[in-house]
C-alpha cells in the first residue's frame, strides 16, 4: 500500500518532532511522498529547503488567511522554486479571523493570481467562509486545487467537485462526531479525494494524544475504506493517482 500525504508541517520550525525521524518511518511504511504545506512566507521558505534535502518531499507556498495581515512579499519568487507543486494554503478563516476579512480576501486574491501566473495548483483553507470563497475563485475559471481539511455541507462538497477541485480528508474523518461530516466522507466520489494529515495536528484514531506525522496517514485511508466498504488497497491506489495527477509529482 503506497499512500502520498498530501498536506504535513514537519518543516516547521515549531514541530516539536524529530523531522528526518519522521520523515523515514513515512517512507519506510509506504507514504511514498509529502507536500510540506507553507502558512506565511518564512514558513514556505523552510517548507522548500525541506524538500529541497529530502527527496520524496515537496512544497506548497502560501500565506495562510490568520497571516494575511502580515503580506506576501516574496511569495511569487517562491513559487517557481523546483520542488514547489501548489500554491497553499490560502483562502479564508471567519472562525477566528487573525486578519480582517478584508485582508484575508485581497490577500487570497492575490496568491490565486501567483498560482494562475504559476501554472500551479491551489490548496485551499476555508472556514466559515465559504459565501466570500466562491465569488473570489469565479475570477480564476482555470485553477484547480483541493479544499484542505474539508469539514463543511454536502453543498459545498458538491460545488467544489462540480469546479473539478479536489476534497482533502484527515484525521478528523476518523474521530468526528458529526453524522452530516461523517455522510459528506463516506459518498464522495473516490476520483476527487486525497489524503492528509495536517500533522502535527488532528492526530487520528487510534493515536489520539500524540503529534501527528505523515505515517498515520494510513489511518485515515483505513478509516475512510472501512466506510466505504471499499478495500484500503484500491482507495490508497486512487487517492494516490489523485493526488499525483493533481501536484505533478
Same mark, same amino acid.
Given at each position: 500500500?503506497?499512500?502520498?500525504?498530501?498536506?504535513?508541517? @514537519?518543516?516547521?520550525?515549531?514541530?516539536?518532532?524529530?523531522?528526518?525521524?519522521?520523515?523515514?518511518?513515512?517512507?519506510?511504511?509506504?507514504?511514498?511522498?509529502? *507536500?510540506?504545506?507553507?502558512?506565511?512566507?518564512?514558513?514556505?521558505?523552510?517548507?522548500?529547503?525541506?524538500?529541497?534535502?529530502?527527496?520524496?518531499?515537496?512544497? +506548497?507556498?502560501?500565506?495562510?488567511?490568520?497571516?494575511?495581515?502580515?503580506?506576501?512579499? =516574496?511569495?511569487?519568487?517562491?513559487? +517557481?522554486?523546483?520542488?514547489?507543486?501548489?500554491?497553499?494554503?490560502?483562502?479564508?478563516?471567519?472562525?477566528?479571523?487573525? +486578519?480582517?476579512?478584508?485582508?484575508?480576501?485581497?490577500?487570497?486574491?492575490?496568491?490565486?493570481?501567483?498560482?494562475?501566473? &504559476?501554472?500551479?495548483?491551489? @490548496?485551499?483553507?476555508?472556514? /466559515?467562509?465559504?459565501?466570500?470563497?466562491?465569488?473570489?475563485?469565479?475570477?480564476?475559471?482555470?485553477?484547480?486545487?483541493?479544499?484542505?481539511?474539508?469539514?463543511?455541507?454536502?453543498?459545498?462538497? /458538491?460545488?467544489? *467537485?462540480?469546479?473539478?477541485?479536489? @476534497?482533502? @480528508?484527515? =484525521? *478528523?474523518?476518523?474521530?468526528?462526531?458529526?453524522?452530516?461530516?461523517?455522510?459528506?466522507?463516506? &459518498?464522495?466520489?473516490?476520483?476527487?479525494? *486525497?489524503?492528509?494529515?495536517? &500533522?502535527?495536528?488532528?492526530?487520528?484514531?487510534?493515536?489520539? =494524544?500524540?503529534?501527528?506525522?505523515?505515517?498515520?496517514?494510513?489511518?485515515?485511508?483505513?478509516?475512510? +475504506?472501512?466506510?466505504?466498504?471499499? &478495500?484500503?488497497?484500491?482507495?490508497?491506489?486512487?487517492?494516490?493517482?489523485?493526488?499525483?495527477?493533481?501536484?505533478?509529482?
Amino acid at each position: 500500500m503506497q499512500l502520498i500525504d498530501t498536506h504535513c508541517h @514537519i518543516h516547521s520550525a515549531d514541530y516539536k518532532l524529530e523531522a528526518e525521524e519522521v520523515y523515514s518511518r513515512a517512507i519506510e511504511a509506504g507514504v511514498t511522498k509529502m *507536500i510540506c504545506v507553507g502558512t506565511d512566507v518564512g514558513d514556505s521558505k523552510l517548507a522548500v529547503d525541506f524538500a529541497n534535502n529530502h527527496k520524496e518531499a515537496f512544497a +506548497s507556498v502560501g500565506v495562510h488567511p490568520h497571516e494575511a495581515k502580515h503580506g506576501i512579499d =516574496g511569495l511569487k519568487e517562491l513559487a +517557481s522554486q523546483s520542488k514547489v507543486v501548489a500554491v497553499g494554503e490560502i483562502g479564508l478563516d471567519y472562525f477566528y479571523e487573525h +486578519s480582517d476579512r478584508k485582508t484575508q480576501m485581497d490577500v487570497f486574491e492575490q496568491q490565486l493570481q501567483i498560482a494562475a501566473d &504559476s501554472n500551479l495548483p491551489v @490548496i485551499f483553507h476555508v472556514r /466559515e467562509a465559504f459565501d466570500d470563497f466562491w465569488p473570489i475563485v469565479e475570477k480564476f475559471p482555470n485553477i484547480k486545487g483541493v479544499l484542505h481539511s474539508f469539514t463543511d455541507s454536502q453543498e459545498n462538497a /458538491e460545488k467544489a *467537485i462540480e469546479k473539478g477541485f479536489l @476534497i482533502g @480528508i484527515n =484525521g *478528523i474523518a476518523t474521530f468526528t462526531k458529526d453524522e452530516a461530516q461523517k455522510a459528506v466522507y463516506a &459518498s464522495l466520489p473516490i476520483e476527487r479525494i *486525497i489524503l492528509e494529515t495536517d &500533522s502535527p495536528y488532528l492526530t487520528p484514531v487510534p493515536y489520539r =494524544g500524540k503529534l501527528n506525522e505523515p505515517v498515520f496517514v494510513r489511518e485515515v485511508a483505513r478509516y475512510l +475504506s472501512t466506510v466505504r466498504s471499499t &478495500s484500503v488497497d484500491e482507495l490508497a491506489l486512487q487517492t494516490t493517482r489523485n493526488a499525483t495527477n493533481l501536484f505533478h509529482i
